[in-house]
């Protein structure tokens, strides 16, 4: 019995999607028809996922880039924003994140928020690792790929003392902002930016007080 599955694939390189079209077309299973549509941008996208919830026939699985152009009225700026919109309207959508950030507080952050069925960091990416996460996708999600599931475990242990706020603390110091700019990035004052740097060089055994010394120590138990 065939089962059709409609597909979207959101990415602003079109080669790209062409790849992912022609791995998935080649390697599907005898019984599975897969509908492809293709958007190379936030305005693209949404306006397929609405037109397919108008035509009562909404996807199955969504493909979808983290960098992405913003869209024209500014409220969709990555694909973040995309795959936290489609959860919304496309509840039963399965999604799967591509991308080729592979930062811990990143990575940690997706996975969070969105929930993913799938998650791939582009450099990894191989024919037979997209074609084996499309059926896990399906069939038994979630499916993350090595290098997310490295990080992840990475983090297990940075669970029990970081919260989000001390997390994107290490990861905005190690992007070169500035302690007292901070505050308006984190939703804090400089005074609790402060206290909570105090707090994670106590964390981290810091005993010179440097930032430097905090970035490497977080670095090198894979919290940043």
């Known amino acids: 019995m065939t089962k059709r599955i409609k597909i979207l694939m959101t990415d602003d390189h079109p080669m790209i999607i062409e790849g992912y079209q022609n791995t998935l077309l080649s390697t599907k299973k005898p019984e599975q028809e897969l509908k492809i549509d293709t958007a190379n941008n936030c305005d693209q996208s949404i306006a397929a996922m609405e037109s397919s919830l108008s035509a009562n026939d909404p996807y199955n699985v969504l493909f979808i880039d983290i960098k992405m ?68 996708v399906l069939n038994n999600p979630p499916f993350y790929s090595g290098t997310v599931s490295s990080y992840l475990k990475q983090t297990v242990v940075s669970d029990i003392y970081l919260d989000d706020k001390n997390r994107k603390i290490l990861y905005l110091l190690s992007q070169g902002i500035k302690t007292k700019n ?39 138990l894979g919290f940043i």
């Not at 919304?88 to 929930?115: C, G, S, W």
């Not at 206290?195 to 010394?213: C, I, N």
Request: aromatic residues 6%; without cysteine.
């Open 69 to 136: 152009p913003p869209s024209g009225d500014g409220k969709f700026n990555s694909g973040e924003d995309l795959a936290m919109h489609a959860r919304k309207i496309l509840p039963d959508a399965k999604i799967v994140i591509l991308t080729m950030f592979n930062e811990t507080y990143r990575i940690h952050n997706i996975v969070e928020q969105i929930k993913p069925e799938g998650f791939l960091i582009k450099s990894d990416l191989t024919s037979s690792e997209l074609a084996s996460a499309f059926q896990a």
């Open 182 to 220: 901070l505050a308006e990035h984190v939703d804090l004052s400089l005074s609790a930016v402060e206290k909570r740097k105090k707090q994670l060089k106590v964390l981290f055994a810091v005993d010179d007080g440097q930032d430097e010394t905090l970035l490497h120590e977080a670095r090198t």
